[in-house]
């Protein structure tokens, strides 16, 4: 069955690093994958999408890379501010439906 | 501010009741799907509805049901609430780029479900 894994453990880092989050899927070929923000008790927000197509995307501090290859995606913030703090989830979708499939999430703190 | 709302915000009842939680999604969306997130874990999907159609169904309980009515908005029935049901409750939604083939979601703020 179709699979996505992202790192169980919070990903603690220093304010101005740049985190990176992995996304890792099997038994799926997806034709995009989606990077969403979670806030606790908030509803998830939009941040990116690439398709299979593509390799890099960027928007202002956020970069996501696709490697259809290694089945895997890479969320790179840079410039990391403790308001960046919050649970990042990874959504592959595709198909008839176009429904969206999501991964547990990853827990990123950025410490000041 | 996604531009889906969601009502009631908070719930709280006892197991065996039946409870119905209600979407409006974004206008000029035509899809809306729900999604269950217990603590600690994950978006679970439950089902999506699509102008007024079912279109796909995830891990939904047979004692859960949905529908879309024809001014878009949709409705999550649960009913024999059981203590595991408790948990925050998303509704979204989306119009596929029909150019793009991608289909971005807008969550609403959810309803936290608590059965007591």
């Known amino acids: 069955s179709q699979k996505i894994e992202q790192n169980s453990e919070a990903l603690n880092i220093q304010e101005g690093k740049t985190a990176t989050l992995t996304c890792n899927y099997t038994?799926?070929?997806?034709?995009?994958l989606q990077w969403y923000r979670q806030d606790p008790g908030r509803g998830p927000v939009f941040l990116l999408l690439?398709?299979?197509?593509?390799k890099e995307k960027r928007k202002e501090r956020l970069k996501v890379t696709f490697d259809t290859t290694l089945k895997q995606s890479l969320f790179h913030i840079t410039a990391s501010q403790p308001a960046d703090s919050a649970t990042y989830l990874c959504a592959l979708g595709g198909g008839a439906t176009n429904k969206l499939i999501f991964g547990t999430g990853t827990l990123l703190a950025v410490q000041p | 501010d996604s531009g889906v709302t969601q009502t009631p915000k908070h719930l709280i009842t006892a197991t065996g009741q039946r409870v119905t939680l209600r979407c409006s999604p974004r206008s000029g969306d035509l899809s809306v799907y729900w999604y269950q997130q217990s603590l600690d874990q994950g978006l679970q999907f439950l089902i999506q509805y699509y102008n007024g159609e079912e279109r796909a169904k995830g891990n939904i309980l047979e004692r859960f049901s949905a529908q879309q009515f024809p001014d878009l908005h949709s409705e999550l029935n649960l009913s024999s609430l059981e203590l595991g049901d408790s948990a925050l409750y998303f509704c979204?939604?989306?119009?596929?780029?029909?150019?793009?083939?991608?289909?971005?979601?807008?969550f609403g703020p959810g309803t936290r479900l608590t059965v007591l």
């Open positions: 690439i398709r299979e197509n593509e």
């Open positions: 979204a939604s989306s119009v596929r780029s029909l150019a793009l083939g991608t289909d971005t979601q807008y």
């Open positions: 038994n799926y070929s997806p034709a995009y």
